[in-house]
């Protein structure tokens, strides 16, 4: 099986649920969606399925002009872990 293929079955598993406490369930399992701003880096990200989504506007979304220096490698770190 292609890569494409697992990715396109990974995202089929894959259910975000946004509205009361946030949970994530894959192939029906819950699993941990992470602290509080990784929590909002997927929030973003789901919002906006299907989008191309700048880490720029991640930034603004997460922390708008209080972003801490370190903000392009911290988003880097969430969407890689």
Sequence with gaps: MSERA????????????LFGP???LVGG???DPG??????VLAILAL????VVSV???????????APAAAKN???VY???
């Design 6 to 17: 697992t990715s396109d079955e990974a995202v089929r598993d894959l259910e975000i649920r």
């Design 35 to 40: 602290a509080r701003r990784q929590r909002g």
């Design 48 to 51: 906006a399925a299907g989008e």
């Design 74 to 76: 911290t988003i880097q």
């Design 79 to 81: 969407i890689g872990g």
């Design 56 to 66: 720029d506007h991640i930034i603004d979304r997460l922390w708008g002009e209080h």
């Design 22 to 24: 946030m949970r994530v």
């Design 29 to 31: 399992q819950e699993v």
